[in-house]
């Protein structure tokens, strides 16, 4: 069957708004966004009487407890949240039969690696809420194993709180800044994330099987200071930035040294070439000027 309505969680957040913003581009689909008030992920027991509601032929579930560091003291609400509703919401789609696709991040790794984390590596996080997003992953394919799940890296947008809108507001309000530069990852535009995972829509939609762990990120690595160095660079700003180490910047939650992800496999699965998270970070900065 075709896929046409789709569920889209987490409507507020960075991936759920840029969903919504390209609905109007995706003519063939239609999207039911909903936010935290109309589908609570902590009250997992809720989800089967409205999810039959508005009877989808997909769920897409952007929505997920990401705040790290307070993580580590929120325990019960971040596993609810992170892993049991995961596990509700893709028994549910495997009782209708129909596509679940979830989101899952590089912070399931250990951070040891050399070389980019491929699907196939095994998880080892750091931190609790890599440990929730982990437990997400495995009990959602224990109960549905045609799950499909997203891992992605650094997330940035035009909207919401992120990385790239904070560094350019402490930019203009301080003189100078000290940034983590010991930390490797892969940047990536939550709009082309939405793009991938509406591309991977057409993909099934069109025959191909597609279930399974990928990961999506923008090509190119980089580190946090290198990338504030770009943020800097294209708005033209004159902070000085320190480059510094973690163990010089305590944080509640561990991170991961090195977590670039490799994304082969969903660019081989459809076929796609994903653009340099700087080109990518131009045109969201491009779009934030001129929101
Ligand atoms: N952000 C990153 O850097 C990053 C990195 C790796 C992986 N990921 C993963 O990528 C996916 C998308 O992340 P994102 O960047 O779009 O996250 P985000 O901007 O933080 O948005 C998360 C959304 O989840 C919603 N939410 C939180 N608790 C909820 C609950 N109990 N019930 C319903 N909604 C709830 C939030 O609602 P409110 O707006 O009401 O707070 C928010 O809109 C997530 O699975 C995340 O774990 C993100």
């Known amino acids: 069957m075709a896929i046409h309505t789709i569920l889209v969680t987490g409507a507020n957040g960075q991936l759920g708004w840029e969903l919504g913003q390209l609905a ?50 929120e325990k019960e609400l971040a596993f609810t949240v992170n892993a049991t509703a995961v596990q509700e919401l893709a028994r549910i789609c495997k009782g209708l039969a129909i596509p679940f696709i979830t989101y899952s991040t590089d912070y399931v790794f250990n951070g040891e690696a050399a070389h980019p984390y491929l699907c196939s590596t095994k998880m080892d996080p750091v931190n609790y809420y890599g440990s929730t997003k982990a437990a997400g992953e495995s009990m959602a394919m224990e109960v549905n194993e045609n799950t499909i799940i997203i891992r992605t890296s650094w997330v940035f947008s035009s909207h919401g ?114 653009p340099h998270w700087e080109d990518a970070l131009s045109s969201c900065m491009k779009e934030i000027n001129t929101n």
Request: hydrophobic share 40%.
């Open 24 to 73: 109007k581009s995706y003519p063939a689909f239609k999207f039911v966004l909903v936010d935290r008030s109309e589908l609570d992920l902590s009250f997992p027991e809720t989800f089967e009487k409205i999810i039959h509601s508005i009877a989808p032929d997909c769920i897409i579930n952007t929505a997920a407890y990401t705040a790290v560091d307070k993580s580590e003291t």
């Open 161 to 274: 709180n992120n990385f790239v809108k904070t560094m350019m507001r402490l930019m203009k309000e301080r003189e100078s800044l000290n940034i983590v530069a010991d930390q490797k990852g892969r940047p990536t535009y939550a709009k082309d994330l939405a793009k991938a995972t509406l591309q991977m829509i057409e993909a099934m939609n069109v025959g191909k099987t597609i279930n399974g762990v990928y990961h999506f990120a923008n090509t190119g690595e980089t580190t946090w200071f290198d990338f504030a160095a770009k943020i800097k660079a294209i708005a033209g700003l004159t902070c000085a930035l320190n480059p510094i180490e973690t163990k010089d910047f305590p944080t509640p939650a561990k991170r991961p040294a090195y977590s670039v992800l490799d994304t082969s496999n969903i660019e081989q699965t459809l076929s796609i070439s994903i």
